[in-house]
Nanobody, 124 residues
Framework: VQLQASGGGLVQTGGSLRLSCTASGRTFNTRQIVWFRQAPGKEREFVGGLRRSTGATYYADFVKGRFTISRDNAKNTVYLQMNSLKPEDTAVYYC??????????????????WGQGTQVTVSS
């Protein structure tokens, strides 16, 4: 599946952004879609994901209560609503997909398909 991430930009501390990850093809409904981010000089880290079969959501501790993931199957799109943004949230955000939910869902190596990334910059 091909993924297209969008919605990044420049925002002030405390602001909000909504990222979108749109998938091409008819296989979207069979994919688990999650979000990672990577700041300069740092490893790619898990942000959040939504388990397709149960609807359960999983978030990194550093975004709990601030970020929300949702999915619109009719639009082949997964959203990442980001509120109360902080300068440390500055990174390139990527969406990723795999068919089955992996027990080690926080590891980037377990995902087969990646979007191109969208830059999020939070100014202080």
């Amino acid at each position: 599946v091909q993924l297209q991430a969008s919605g990044g930009g420049l925002v002030q501390t405390g602001g909000s952004l909504r990222l979108s990850c749109t998938a091409s093809g008819r296989t979207f409904n069979t994919r688990q879609i999650v979000w990672f981010r990577q700041a300069p000089g740092k490893e790619r880290e898990f942000v959040g994901g939504l388990r397709r079969s149960t609807g359960a959501t999983y978030y990194a501790d550093f975004v709990k209560g601030r970020f929300t993931i949702s999915r619109d199957n009719a639009k082949n799109t997964v959203y990442l609503q980001m509120n109360s943004l902080k300068p440390e949230d500055t990174a390139v955000y990527y969406c990723a997909a795999r068919i089955n939910w992996h027990i080690d869902y926080r590891s980037a190596r377990n995902y087969d398909d990646w979007g191109q990334g969208t830059q999020v910059t939070v100014s202080s």
